[in-house]
């Protein structure tokens, strides 16, 4: 499969915990974004890379969440002392560069915070 | 900031019907307008996008239109099939920007 995938699928942690979420984009794209997505809303936009460099945080990314794509390739999302109100599906999408506009989206992490 | 609407938020059509889902955005410097469909569990997987140069799009049963003067765009679904039931969310951007998307719509064809 060529697609963007996501990694854990599922993940439930107990409220002050630490999680981590890894995204690989479709090879060779070089723009990749995280959204969230709570129950019933429409995706919102949390941050976004072109290779290794952090283009843009949304004002959704409090400080105890960071981001981090070391080499340009695959990406990883921290939440540190998670909170109930972090529920939701984490959505990884990428695109081919900064010059398209297309983009493919993961299959999700559900977070659950007990 | 971009903002999008989304109406409706729920459609139910009967097997065969039309299904037309509309939204509108505020800035007026967007230029890239996906539509994506998700299934239950499932992330979003686009179906069809429009750039502001065009007014129309097809592809198969799918169409959008886009009227930048009125800032607003629409889906258009035709002979819909049950697999059409899903959750169907328009977006916005400036082009490889972040997308900006509405609500949703939830879409329920019957047999």
């Known amino acids: 499969d060529t697609g963007v995938s996501q990694n854990p699928r599922h993940k439930i942690t107990k409220r002050g915990q630490n999680v981590t979420f890894r995204c690989d984009p479709i090879?060779?794209?070089?723009?990749l974004y995280w959204y969230r997505q709570t129950l019933g809303q429409g995706p919102e936009f949390l941050t976004y890379f072109q290779n290794e460099a952090q283009l843009e945080k949304s004002r959704l990314l409090s400080d105890r969440f960071s981001a981090e794509r070391p080499k340009g390739s695959f990406s990883t999302l921290e939440i540190q002392r998670t909170e109930q109100g972090d529920s939701a599906m984490y959505l990884c999408?990428?695109?081919?560069?900064?010059?398209?506009?297309?983009?493919?989206f993961g299959p999700g992490t559900r977070l659950t915070v007990l | 900031g971009e903002n999008v609407e989304q109406h409706p938020s729920t459609l139910s059509v009967q097997e065969g019907d039309s299904a037309v889902i509309k939204c509108t955005y505020s800035d007026s410097a967007s230029n890239y307008f996906p539509w994506y469909k998700q299934e239950l569990g499932k992330g979003p997987q686009l179906i069809i996008d429009?750039?502001?140069?065009?007014g129309e799009k097809k592809d198969q049963r799918i169409a959008v239109t886009l009227n930048k003067t009125a800032k607003h765009f629409s889906l258009h679904i035709t002979e819909t099939q049950p697999e059409d039931s899903a959750v169907y969310f328009c977006?916005?951007?400036?082009?490889?920007?972040?997308?900006?998307f509405g609500k949703g719509t939830r879409l329920s064809v019957i047999a």
């Open positions: 999408a990428s695109s081919l560069s900064a010059a398209t506009d297309t983009q493919y």
């Open positions: 977006a916005a951007s400036r082009g490889n920007t972040p997308l900006v």
């Open positions: 090879s060779e794209h070089n723009r």
């Open positions: 429009i750039r502001s140069n065009v």
